[in-house]
T-cell receptor
Framework: EDQVTQSPEALRLQEGESSSLNCSYT??????LFWYRQDPGKGPEFLFT?????EEKEKERLKATLTKKESFLHITAPKPEDSATYLC????????????WGAGTKLIIKP | DSGVTQTPKHLITATGQRVTLRCSPR?????VYWYQQSLDQGLQFLIQ???????AKGNILERFSAQQFPDLHSELNLSSLELGDSALYFC?????????FGPGTRLTVL
């Protein structure tokens, strides 16, 4: 069965303490993997799309990487404004743009 | 700002009622998706339209229906509302594979 698992469920860090969020997936062929950020009560905000193993993308303090079985979202020297839930989704090769979503990692950055 | 708009922002109604949520996609996007997110729950895919035609269905209840109009805006109709339908409803649009989400409609059923 195709599925996406994110870990940890929640992560508390001190401001400036770097860490990584994990998104592991099992799908029948991967077309793309997506990372989103969601603030409470708001719509998910698109961050990155990764298509092939070894690909990396960066945006400010965030860097997303992809392997054949998982993706990492690395957060370097985070600030309190980076606090949010980070969602991962995969686009299976057989699917017509219908994504499989992970449950998210709630990140809290304490000042 | 993703460019996707949703109205209304908030909706409070009673059990048994019917409501309509509206979504305007980003300019040029032909695909529209509807999602439900209950309190502290993940995103549940409901339905996808592409250029006016239904393309994919998720866990959408029979009490719920949607359509996409010639101008590409979409409406999600929820009927015979139950307390458990209280949630955030998001619309997303895409040109290819990346979905861009609107701000959502918060539905409260009393």
């Amino acid at each position: 069965e195709d599925q996406v698992t994110q870990s940890p469920e929640a992560l508390r860090l001190q401001e400036g303490e770097s860490s990584s969020l994990n998104c592991s997936y099992t799908v029948s062929g991967l077309r793309g993997l997506f990372w989103y950020r969601q603030d409470p009560g708001k719509g998910p905000e698109f961050l990155f799309t990764l298509y092939s193993a070894g690909e990396e993308k960066e945006k400010e303090r965030l860097k997303a990487t992809l392997t054949k079985k998982e993706s990492f979202l690395h957060i370097t020297a985070p600030k309190p404004e980076d606090s949010a839930t980070y969602l991962c989704a995969v686009h299976p090769r057989y699917s017509n743009y219908q994504l499989i979503w992970g449950a998210g990692t709630k990140l809290i950055i304490k000042p | 700002d993703s460019g996707v708009t949703q109205t209304p922002k908030h909706l409070i109604t009673a059990t048994g009622q019917r409501v309509t949520l509206r979504c305007s996609p980003r300019s040029g996007d032909l695909s529209v998706y509807w999602y439900q997110q209950s309190l502290d729950q993940g995103l549940q895919f409901l339905i996808q339209y592409y250029n006016g035609e239904e393309r994919a269905k998720g866990n959408i209840l029979e009490r719920f229906s949607a359509q996409q109009f010639p101008d590409l805006h979409s409406e999600l109709n929820l009927s015979s509302l139950e307390l458990g339908d209280s949630a955030l409803y998001f619309c997303a649009s895409s040109e290819s594979d990346t979905q861009y989400f609107g701000p959502g409609t918060r539905l409260t059923v009393l």
